[in-house]
């Protein structure tokens, strides 16, 4: 499963888009083409649509009523109306036009909403919708069969920054995967619907961790041995950068997950091995 969202803010930049992979500069010029219009016509001239989750013909897009004048911190970040954006055919369709949304995701045929108050609910395909969980944070990323999504989880704690990683299937049953000291977020499922990456913050540093649907004890994939003061005089060589969220994710293979890290750049994991290194991509 992959998104475009940041890239659609990142390819603005020459100098991002010079590094980007020639193919996916394309796929975010072809959305920009059939949305831009679809979006000013269906919610007005100031609306714009500002992320994309998922792709082909489940791929959805959310959109702002007007771009804020000034920047916003991101727990102020506007909420979203909801459009369906085919990748293949390139129609575009209404989903929602309330501006209550932080995401949205499909899953299988249906659509995960997520609001502004944590509340996750679906929508089935005729229409009817039901709440899924409360208390969710984000990062949604549906299973490859659609029965399921794993997602960050809000803390329950006086901590509000702390978060943790859990698998929510159709009938609401809630899974914690991961729950360590700080941030636990950005989960991703491996095709196979068994094996749950995510990135945790737990040693100070940001660094990818790997589990099970099963809930086995999480183990560190990147940075090993790395604290943030050795931050402080310049980057490691040895230093894998997270991803900007679990939106900008996809599988490779059920070994390999490529995704965005920021400003244009790419990288691929081995999330069997930790193995990792930029993705320099190519005319393909």
């Given amino acids: 499963m992959w998104t475009l969202a940041a890239m659609t803010l990142v390819a603005s930049s020459a100098t991002a888009a010079d590094r980007m992979n020639p193919a996916d500069l394309r796929r975010i010029e072809k959305a920009r083409e059939r949305l831009v219009p679809a979006v000013e016509k269906e919610f ?37 109306a909801i459009v369906q ?19 949205a995701r499909s899953v299988g045929p249906h ?21 899924l969980a409360k208390g969710v ?21 006086t901590e509000t920054h702390e978060t943790s990683v ?8 809630v899974k914690l995967l991961a729950d360590g000291p700080g941030v636990d977020a950005a989960p991703s499922i491996s095709p196979d619907g068994k094996t749950v990456v995510f990135v945790s913050g737990r040693t100070s540093v940001a660094s990818f961790y790997v589990t099970t649907v ?24 040895s230093f894998v950068p997270p991803p900007v969220s679990s939106h900008h994710m996809e ?24 193995q990792a290194a930029p993705d320099l991509g190519g005319d393909k």
């Fill in 44 to 80: 007005g001239p100031k609306a714009r649509f500002v992320h994309l989750f998922g792709q082909g013909r489940g791929m959805l897009a959310g959109v702002v009523a007007e771009i804020p004048e000034q920047p916003l911190g991101t727990d102020d970040l506007p909420l979203l």
């Fill in 85 to 103: 954006y085919d990748e293949t055919t390139g129609a575009v369709s209404v989903v929602d036009r309330e501006f209550k949304y932080r995401e």
């Fill in 111 to 131: 659509v995960a909403l997520l609001d502004g108050q944590g509340n996750l609910r679906l929508r089935e395909r005729g229409g009817r919708e039901r709440v």
């Fill in 137 to 157: 944070g984000g990062d949604l990323f549906p299973t490859a069969k659609g029965d399921a999504l794993v997602a960050t989880m809000q803390s329950t704690s």
């Fill in 166 to 173: 859990a698998l929510i299937d159709l009938k609401g049953q």
């Fill in 214 to 237: 099963e809930g086995e004890e999480a183990r560190q994939l990147t940075n090993v041995g790395l604290e943030n003061w050795m931050l402080f005089e310049g980057i490691p060589a």
């Fill in 251 to 274: 599988w490779v293979s059920e070994d390999v997950l490529r995704y965005n890290a920021g400003g244009g750049k790419f990288w691929t994991i081995n999330v069997r091995t930790g």
